[in-house]
């Protein structure tokens, strides 16, 4: 079993639509969790931290789920720049080791 | 404030002939990584450094690839001699390391076809 999974995608979602992904981990010892996002033949950018809590930033919403070791992320009002690969990544150590999920593919159609 | 720099872009090269890549983090930075971005996957870990001693590098296949990280700053990737499932993106990155919030930043990457 990988480290971290995501469901497989590709997402197509028209404007204005609500979408959400779901990534699960195996290490119940890691520590802390993000979501990047990659654009086409780009690199890698974080997108949000994710907290225990859940943390919100405009229309993006992040959940931690430890005890399941699930995490999510939900994109509301969906715009076409939103387009990309979703990628999360769990950090086993603060500041080291970066696992990084295979990324699910997000296509925003008009 | 300069990211992280990598070259070149882009590399053609046959298999069995042997190619290096160089990346220059940002400043300060103590953590370096680089990772293998095949087509259609993740980015995978083959490499980190903290300042110029290796963390871990237990992904790496050390039979064809090595990497080193002299004076802790810049740090060289090196493939030899290269198959064809090597073609990939190579992705360097940096971090604060413990001291920092745990984002890394990444180089554009270095594109790599070997035929």
């Known amino acids: 079993r990988k480290e971290v999974e995501q469901d497989p995608g590709p997402f197509n979602v028209p404007e204005g639509a609500t979408v959400a992904f779901n990534c699960t981990y195996s290490?119940?010892?890691?520590?802390?969790f993000f979501w990047y996002r990659q654009d086409c033949r780009k690199e890698p950018k974080l997108l949000m931290s994710?907290?225990?809590s859940g943390n919100e930033d405009g229309r993006f919403t992040a959940q931690l789920n430890r005890a399941s070791q699930y995490i999510s992320l939900l994109i509301r009002d969906s715009k076409l720049s939103d387009s990309a690969t979703y990628l999360c990544v769990v950090n086993r150590n603060y500041g080291q080791n970066f696992v990084f999920g295979p990324g699910t593919r997000l296509s925003v159609l008009p | 404030e300069a990211g992280v720099a990598q070259s070149p872009r882009y590399k053609i090269i046959e298999k069995r002939q042997s190619v290096a890549f160089w990346c220059n983090p940002i400043s300060g930075h103590a953590t370096l990584y680089w990772y293998q971005q095949i087509l259609g996957q993740g980015p995978k870990l083959l490499i980190q450094?903290?300042?110029?001693?290796?963390?871990?590098d237990s992904q790496l296949p050390k039979d064809r690839f090595s990497a080193e990280r002299l004076k802790g700053v810049d740090s060289t990737l090196k493939i030899q001699p290269a198959k064809l499932e090597d073609s990939a993106v190579y992705l360097c990155a940096s971090s604060l390391g413990t001291r920092g919030t745990g984002e890394l930043f990444f180089g554009e990457g270095s594109r790599l076809t070997v035929l």
């Open positions: 290490n119940s010892a890691s520590q802390s």
């Open positions: 994710v907290y225990s």
């Open positions: 450094f903290q300042n110029n001693g290796v963390v871990d």
